[in-house]
């Protein structure tokens, strides 16, 4: 463990505010060298089981704790995450491999989540409803659900929990994380911090391990967990959601996507070639809201890509910790060849190569384009994960919307126009929780994110971030 970021290394889960550890160890690797970072104890259901009773014990006294005073302990844990940015940053780029700076940046994101809900924390407001009746008064108020268990997945490691638990405890509850056992030190050092920030024990619980199966099935069956709260695939959103219809409890999924990038033959092409680079290969392509599909006007694709290929060409890839890196390594050297086994098939199908698509071995992809993709392709229909830009061509609006809602997906979209007209009308057509309008990089703690149809519902961050961690309780007050 590099000596700089030490300080903030834990080696086990954290529960009720303790460090746990055990026989039991799976290790981390360097993204981008393979070396071995720590051994962490595997949790198993146990942990899980303790965790969960820890969060419940906590929650009587957290809910009813004044909204100032969480609304203070949050924003200590959003000033020690400032203060320590650097370190939580190296620890990021080793244990993921996202270049220096993106995990700087996603230090900053995750953290204004916190700065966000500790406000929002003193706005939980209700109502008082004209009665129908004379001597009544009623009553409206917002209570915190219970206990919280959520599942984060490895690509934004820091961010993807921040923007549940600060407005989980913003709202009263308490919280129970498994973290991506790839990379689980960026989540264990945010429970560090959560304990010097004097967040109360049981309050936060970390709980880090190899087996997901288990592990989740306590947060989605157990009595005692009110609320279930997931971010990763549909595949296992699905059966995540399906688990925890036996406790009726709530549930929020923030799953897959396949996001359209469209661009219309009256967009600035400068702006949009900007805002591709933005949207595509941030994290190496290795988010749900990247654009996975680029639907370019055919009277502008060529000028579009001759930009985008100018602006690939300045992509330096490496490893993240090494200065002027832009693209580090894919998560492991599987999800390199599943990326690899798209761009073949699309080549093989028809599509052009006019960048990249060069691999043998390793986790590193090279940033690749591929010109005249079709619909029957299953790049098109597979969410990339990878820092691979497809092409595809329209002549019409209606042919551009059809394109982009040709998807079970419906997380993020993107497009371009300079037509005042044009950007209500395709709006309003996009089948998509998220929409970016000549802007590539949509994402904010003041913004709803989530999606529609197979991506999932729910929405985190923003004013209604806290709504799925509340529940609405009517009093009718008679006698008056």
Known sequence: ???????????????????????????VYDKATGEKLADIADAGEAEMQTAVQAAKAAFESW???????????????????TERSDELAEL???EQGKPLAESKGEIAYGAGYVEWFAEEARRLDGDILPANSAGQRIYVSRQPVGVVGAVTPWNFPNAMITRKAAAALAAGCTFVVKPASETPLSALALGKLAKEA?????VINIVAGTNSKALGKVLTQSPDVAKFSFTGSTKVGKILTADCTSTMKRVSMELGGNAPFVVFDDADLDAAASGAMASKFRNAGQTCVCANRFIVHEDVKDAFVDKLLAKMADLKVGNGMDEGITIGPLIKEGAAENVHRLVTSAIEQGATLKVGGEWKAGSFYPPTLLDNV???MDIVNEEIFGPVVTIMTFKTDDEAAKLANDTPFGLASYFYSQNISRIHRFSDALQFGMVGINEGAISNPAAPFGGVKESGYGREGSKYGL??????????????
Do not use: H
């Open 467 to 480: 709504d799925d961690y509340s529940f609405i309780q009517y009093r009718c007050l008679g006698g008056i």
């Open 63 to 81: 809910s009813a704790m004044p909204a100032i005073e969480r609304s203070k302990l949050l924003r200590n844990w959003f000033t020690l995450m």
């Open 198 to 202: 004097g967040i109360p024990d049981g």
């Open 1 to 27: 463990m590099k000596e700089q970021i030490s300080a903030l290394f834990q080696s086990g889960s954290f529960v009720d505010g303790q460090w746990l550890s055990g026989d039991n160890t799976f290790a």
């Open 374 to 376: 079709s619909t029957n």
């Open 92 to 94: 990021m780029t080793l």
